[in-house]
């Protein structure tokens, strides 16, 4: 697939292997099924996102299993280069289309539970998937949310570019939308 159908958000988008020099970013494997289910019951990971959906082992290994050909959406696992254990999961996905083709998507991040807190893995893999988002995707814009009362993540999110783009209430929380354009992600590369 080209980065022109990737962008179109024809198929799904291809599934590289981004190699950093702590994480790798990886498609996903059927056999991630039990580190996922570990990551879906973090109690403190499921505090941070607001997350609160349950899921069988069956929906989460069948999940695991159809990550490589997901249309619309770029799964990722992020694997700890001194380990080769999983520690997270990088995302792209809700993209939207202007013109025929993907101008901007959604990422996400989500780190296995607190043992990967802290050690840079997650601000590596950001960085890692951004670039590829804006170089090898094409995209324009990404955009985020995060919860108001998560500060680390916010302060990783604006090391990697992100700006605040509003605030919005629901369901009791208050979330912080962000946003890293193509202009500012190029701005930020030259000032490597």
């Known amino acids: 697939m080209t980065t022109a159908d990737a962008r179109a ?3 799904p988008w291809v599934k590289p292997t981004i190699v ?3 994480v790798t970013l990886r498609p996903y494997r059927a056999q991630d099924a039990d580190a996922v289910w570990e990551m879906i019951h973090d109690v403190e ?3 941070l996102t607001a997350t609160t959906a349950a899921f069988t082992r069956e929906q ?3 999940w695991a299993a159809s990550r490589a050909d997901a249309s619309g959406r ?4 992020i694997e700890d280069n001194d380990s080769g254990q999983f520690a997270g999961e990088v995302v792209l996905n809700e993209p939207v289309i202007e013109a025929g083709v993907a101008a901007s998507a959604n990422f996400r991040i989500a780190l296995r539970g607190s043992a990967w807190y802290g050690r840079g893995l ?3 893999a950001t960085a890692l998937l951004v670039d590829h988002a804006f ?3 094409g995209l324009e814009r990404l955009t985020l949310e995060v919860l ?3 500060p680390r993540a916010i302060r990783a999110y604006e090391k990697a570019g992100f700006v605040e783009s509003g605030r919005r209430h629901d369901e009791g929380e208050e979330w912080v939308d962000m946003e890293l354009t193509r202009t500012r992600w190029n701005a930020a590369v030259a000032g490597r």
């Open 20 to 22: 950093g020099e702590l």
């Open 135 to 137: 170089v090898s995707v």
């Open 74 to 77: 770029l799964d990722l696992v």
């Open 60 to 62: 989460i290994d069948a």
């Open 9 to 11: 958000g024809l198929g």
């Open 45 to 47: 990971g499921n505090d």
């Open 148 to 150: 108001a009362r998560n």
């Open 122 to 124: 997650g601000s590596e």
